[in-house]
């Protein structure tokens, strides 16, 4: 599985964008990006996920440039509920290595 | 739907003791995962079944640990002897195999071992 590199945290105000970026150099052809949300006391939920270029959903848009090594989750307005951990994830369909992920604080 | 059900959902036990968590995954899901979560190491996977056959188990720390998933609709993961170490929170995911990476996760089941 392909090693990420993310911020171990982040604050932000009520509605602004948040822009959360992963690094993974070592990405591989068949390797999908995928990004989770958890809240406290939850198990981790689906956000988005992409293999290049650009992917836009109802909660979020996920930004993958031509070389891969790196991708941006962007929650657009953020609110006080947003508060929680990204997790972005590299691997081909099957098994997924979490780690720690990105806590997200966002404040009034 | 129901989405993956864990019990039970909190667990204390004492150190020494067997301990088993039961996993029931989204009906049509041929993928099932177990994981592990600890302030320190984050979210780890343990072992992942695929039609209920165990495709890999690396992440299983040692042999007090193993899992099984006697059919499409069940699955177990028991510890024995329990150790402090343990304390966690574990949880199951299920996925189907043309959703890519997109599991579903259940609400997890927190282990106590005193």
């Known amino acids: 599985l392909a090693k990420t590199t993310q911020p171990i945290s982040m604050d932000s105000y009520e509605g602004q964008e948040v822009n959360i970026t992963c690094s993974h150099n070592?990405?591989?052809?068949?390797?999908?990006i995928t990004w989770y949300q958890q809240f406290p006391s939850q198990g981790p939920r689906f956000i988005i996920q992409?293999?290049?270029t650009k992917v836009t959903n109802e909660v979020a848009s996920l930004f993958i440039p031509a070389d891969r090594k790196s991708s941006t989750l962007s929650l657009p307005r953020v609110s006080l509920s947003d508060t929680a951990v990204y997790y972005c994830?590299?691997?081909?369909?099957?098994?997924?290595?979490f780690g720690k992920g990105t806590s997200l604080l966002v404040t009034p | 739907d129901a989405g993956v059900i864990q019990s039970p959902r909190h667990e204390v036990t004492e150190m020494g003791q067997e301990v088993t968590l039961r996993c029931k995954p989204i009906?049509?899901?041929?993928?099932l995962f177990w994981y592990r979560q600890t302030m320190m190491r984050g979210l780890e996977l343990l072992i992942y079944?695929?039609?209920?056959?165990?495709?890999?188990d690396s992440g299983m720390p040692e042999d007090r640990f193993s899992a099984k998933m006697p059919n499409a609709s069940f699955s177990t993961l028991k510890i024995q002897p329990s150790e402090p170490r343990d304390s966690a929170v574990y949880f199951c995911a299920s996925r189907t195999s043309g959703s890519y990476n997109e599991q579903f996760f259940g609400p997890g089941t927190r282990l106590t071992v005193l």
């Open positions: 070592n990405i591989a052809t068949n390797d999908y």
């Open positions: 994830l590299v691997g081909p369909p099957g098994a997924l290595n």
């Open positions: 009906s049509g899901h041929d993928y």
């Open positions: 079944f695929n039609n209920n056959v165990p495709i890999d």
């Open positions: 992409g293999y290049k």
